[in-house]
C-alpha cells in the first residue's frame, strides 16, 4: 500500500497530516490508484464551496470527500505523565501521552454513492488499512453505522445523491515538554500570622 511522505515515528500529527493519511486509506479502500489524475478530483480533502455548489463536477461523477473533525470521547481525557532525564544535554523531560477522538465523515456524491459509502464502511476495517493506519498512532472504532442517504437539490432544483458514512477513531499524541532540575531547595516558612479583618476585608461587629 502506498504511503503517504510522513515519518511513521512522528509524536504529533497536525489535521493537514492526519487528512493526508486518510486520504491514502480511502484511496486505497475504494481500490483507486494513488498517483492517478482522476484519483485527485475521485476522492478530495477539501469541502464543496457550497451544499448547492457543486459545479466543479457533474451529477453522473463519483466524488468522496472527508471531512474530519476532533470529537469528544471519555477515553480521550485520560493522559498518562512521566519524567525522563536526558544526561546528554542535562535536562529533565516531562512527557504527556493521551488519545484524542476524531470524527471522520466520508460524503459520496455521484451514481455509485451508496456501493462507495459501503465500501468506506466496510474497507476501512480491513486488516491491511487498519496496520497502514497504526503506523501512525491511528485506530479506528469498529462500530461504523451504515451509511445515511442524504440528497441534495442544486440551484436549478436538480437533486444529487449523496451517501454519507462517518466513524470515530483515535489518534495516540505525545508532546515534551522540558523542566526545570531543583539544584537547592528553596527555605520554605513554617510559620505564618493569621490575615488581619482589614487584610480579609470584613469588618466584625463585636456582639
Not at 498518562?80 to 532525564?85: N, P
Not at 529533565?92 to 459501503?118: F, K, M, N, T
Not at 527555605?187 to 480579609?200: E, G, H, N, R
Request: proline fraction near 6%; include cysteine.
Amino acid at each position: 500500500m502506498p504511503r503517504p511522505s510522513i515519518p511513521s515515528n512522528v509524536m504529533t500529527l497536525t489535521q493537514k497530516q492526519i487528512e493526508t493519511v486518510f486520504w491514502y486509506a480511502t484511496v486505497y479502500t475504494l481500490g483507486l490508484d494513488p498517483v492517478a489524475e482522476e484519483t485527485q478530483k475521485r476522492v478530495r480533502k477539501t469541502w464543496p464551496q457550497s451544499d448547492l455548489g457543486n459545479s466543479n463536477w457533474e451529477r453522473e461523477d463519483n466524488v468522496v470527500f472527508l471531512r474530519i473533525t476532533p470529537t469528544y470521547d471519555d477515553y480521550a481525557v485520560q493522559k498518562d505523565i512521566t519524567h525522563v532525564y536526558d544526561s546528554g544535554n542535562d535536562t529533565l523531560y516531562e512527557q504527556v501521552d493521551y488519545h484524542r477522538c476524531y470524527s471522520i465523515q466520508w460524503v459520496c456524491y455521484g451514481p455509485d454513492s451508496a456501493e462507495d459509502a459501503d465500501t468506506l464502511r466496510i474497507g476501512i476495517l480491513r486488516d491491511p488499512v487498519k496496520a497502514f493506519l497504526l503506523k501512525y498512532g491511528i485506530a479506528v472504532k469498529p462500530n461504523i453505522r451504515e451509511s445515511v442517504r442524504n440528497p441534495e437539490p442544486d440551484e436549478s432544483g436538480d437533486w444529487w445523491e449523496r451517501n454519507d458514512v462517518m466513524a470515530q477513531f483515535y489518534i495516540k499524541f505525545s508532546r515534551k515538554y522540558a523542566e526545570g532540575i531543583i539544584e537547592n531547595i528553596p527555605a520554605i516558612a513554617t510559620k505564618f500570622d493569621l490575615p488581619s479583618d482589614q487584610d480579609v476585608g470584613i469588618n466584625i461587629i463585636a456582639q
